[in-house]
Structure formats: structure tokens, C-alpha cells
T-cell receptor, first 114, second 112 residues
Framework: EAAVTQSPRSKVAVTGGKVTLSCHQTNNHDYMYWYRQDTGHGLRLIHY???????EKGDIPDGYKASRPSQENFSLILELASLSQTAVYFC?????????????FGAGTRLSVL | GDSVTQMQGQVTLSEDDFLFINCTYSTTWYPTLFWYVQYPGEGPQLLLK?????NKGISRGFEATYDKRTTSFHLQKASVQESDSAVYYC???????????FGSGTKVIVLP
């Protein structure tokens, strides 16, 4: 069965430290996404990618970098973690971009920055 | 810009109650509208999708209808069960080259 796997499932980081969240998909999808979930805000798009070695900014990219080394893998990088980046992060994949497409999500990574 | 608004942050019901969640949207496109559901400890998953062609979608006992005149999109279920406790997201799909836009979510709590 197709799947999106995120690691780690939870992480505690220190302010100013570097954090890398990883995502692996077996859907054979071209598009991958990173969303952030906060109470009252729903899910907001940070970065997405449609091909290896290329990433695009979403709605809230500041403070985040993304890396797509292969079709299957997509990472979210916080170079200098801040308290405001405490949230649950979801990775997703889809066959294509746009309104007809279903997103398949991972189970999320809960990040706490102290 | 394009947006989705869910005014109900939380809804608490008892089993067999009627569920109604409303959502309004704003877009210049002819949208596709989705409801995604997120169960505790899991990522969101597609519940159903409605396009301009059909105006209504049905899945797992849920029904969603959208009204182009009022730009509203609601989700309903005649008789909820405790297992329906989850967060429900109204989601807007716009053009062919745009990512989906999520509403803020409605947490549904169904008491036994």
C-alpha cells in the first residue's frame, strides 16, 4: 500500500539549533509538500517540490529550507530553530499539483523548540 | 486572495445526533472543494471531493454540498458515531497549478 513515512515522529530541539525533518514516500508521486499545523490555523504550506533537486516556496517559507534529493525523499530544514517553530509538521505527496489532486499525508512530526 | 473560512472551531455532539459543518470560500476560479478528516494521532486523509460539475459528494455516510451562489460548502451526517470524532478540514483547490488551501479545521467530539 502506498505510504508517506515521516521521521522522527517527535523531536525536542534547542533554540538556535539545526533541525532536519525527513519524509519518504512510496506512492511514486512527483509532488511532495511540507505543511505546518497550528491550533486555529489549520495546515499551512511551507515548501513543495515537483521534481528532484528542485523546491518551491509555499505560503510561509521564512525560516525553513527544503531539500528533494530524490523522487522518494523530501526534507525540511530549520537552520536556526526558534520557539515560534514549535508545531506539528506534515509531509504529503500527490500525483500532480492543482485542484483535482488528492494529498496523501504522513502521520506527522511533533516538534518542540525550547 | 483565495481563502477558506471555517467558523466553528469545535462541535460537541452525542451519538446519533445530526452533524453540520459549514465553510465559506473565496476564489476567482471554478474550484474543487474537499473535506479532509484527521483522526487523533494521524495525518489528514481525504473524506470526499466535490467539483463544479456535480455540486455534491457522498462518502462513508457523509454528504457535502456546495453552493456557488453563496460560496459556501457544508458537510453533514445524519447520525454520528463516537468513531467520527476527528478534526474536519474544508479545503479549496483552485487552478491547475496551485497547491490546496486548508481551512482552520473543526474539531468534532462525539460523546457516547
Amino acid at each position: 500500500e502506498a505510504a508517506v513515512t515521516q521521521s522522527p515522529r517527535s523531536k525536542v530541539a534547542v533554540t538556535g539549533g539545526k533541525v532536519t525533518l525527513s519524509c519518504h514516500q512510496t506512492n511514486n508521486h512527483d509532488y511532495m509538500y511540507w505543511y505546518r499545523q497550528d491550533t486555529g490555523h489549520g495546515l499551512r504550506l511551507i515548501h513543495y517540490s515537483y521534481v528532484a533537486d528542485s523546491t518551491e516556496k509555499g505560503d510561509i517559507p521564512d525560516g525553513y529550507k527544503a531539500s528533494r534529493p530524490s523522487q522518494e525523499n523530501f526534507s525540511l530544514i530549520l537552520e536556526l530553530a526558534s520557539l515560534s517553530q514549535t508545531a506539528v509538521y506534515f509531509c504529503a505527496s500527490s500525483e500532480q499539483l492543482g485542484r483535482q489532486n488528492t494529498l496523501y499525508f504522513g502521520a506527522g512530526t511533533r516538534l518542540s523548540v525550547l | 486572495g483565495d481563502s477558506v473560512t471555517q467558523m466553528q472551531g469545535q462541535v460537541t455532539l452525542s451519538e446519533d445526533d445530526f452533524l453540520f459543518i459549514n465553510c465559506t470560500y473565496s476564489t476567482t476560479w471554478y474550484p474543487t472543494l474537499f473535506w479532509y478528516v484527521q483522526y487523533p494521532g494521524e495525518g489528514p486523509q481525504l473524506l470526499l471531493k466535490v467539483t463544479t460539475a456535480n455540486n455534491k459528494g457522498i462518502s462513508r455516510g457523509f454528504e457535502a454540498t456546495y453552493d456557488k451562489r453563496t460560496t459556501s460548502f457544508h458537510l453533514q451526517k445524519a447520525s454520528v458515531q463516537e468513531s467520527d470524532s476527528a478534526v474536519y478540514y474544508c479545503v479549496l483547490g483552485e487552478g491547475f497549478a496551485s497547491a490546496l488551501t486548508f481551512g482552520s479545521g473543526t474539531k468534532v467530539i462525539v460523546l457516547p
